[in-house]
């Protein structure tokens, strides 16, 4: 399989705090596999360490109330691009978040509340029919 894997969960330092969400679980399941990794808010533009963003009425707002639409849509267009043509099977994504939550995303709020609902980047890779799975999903190997 091809798989497209939220790049913080291989490790990478994109996080928005500078560290990583690094899955062994993950990892394990994805040996073997040809892995694309993919930071969609890095990738717009967005520095590490940022200030953390959610999701309000279809809008990326950070905690600053800083409206950072421009730099999540720029960060899916560039993406989608490098993964058009490669035939993608699946995309593991990183759980809650505003570009890669797949299942649930925090509110807006800051509140530390979750919501059902997809994060931008997710939503863009369902809607051009590329399956998902939760970074917490994945089946111990
Ligand atoms: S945009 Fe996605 S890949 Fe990048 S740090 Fe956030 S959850 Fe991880």
Not at 18 to 45: A, F, M
Not at 110 to 126: E, P, R, V, W, Y
């Amino acid at each position: 399989m091809k798989i497209a894997v939220s790049a913080c969960l291989l490790g990478h330092d994109c996080k928005y705090n500078g560290s990583n969400n690094r899955s062994q679980k993950v990892l394990d399941y994805i040996e073997g596999h040809e892995v694309i990794p993919v930071c969609p808010e890095v990738t717009g533009g967005l520095s590490t360490p940022r200030i953390p963003v959610e999701l309000k009425d279809g809008r990326a707002i950070n905690r600053n109330r800083e409206d950072v639409t421009e730099f999540f849509y720029r960060g899916i267009e560039l993406t989608m691009e490098k993964l058009a043509d490669q035939n993608i099977d699946l995309a593991i994504l990183q759980p809650r978040s505003p570009s890669c939550g797949c299942k649930q995303i925090y509110d807006g709020s800051f509140t530390k509340t979750l919501i059902n609902g997809k994060g931008m980047f997710a939503q863009a890779l369902s809607d051009a029919g590329i399956p998902l799975m939760d970074g917490d999903d994945v089946p111990e190997k």
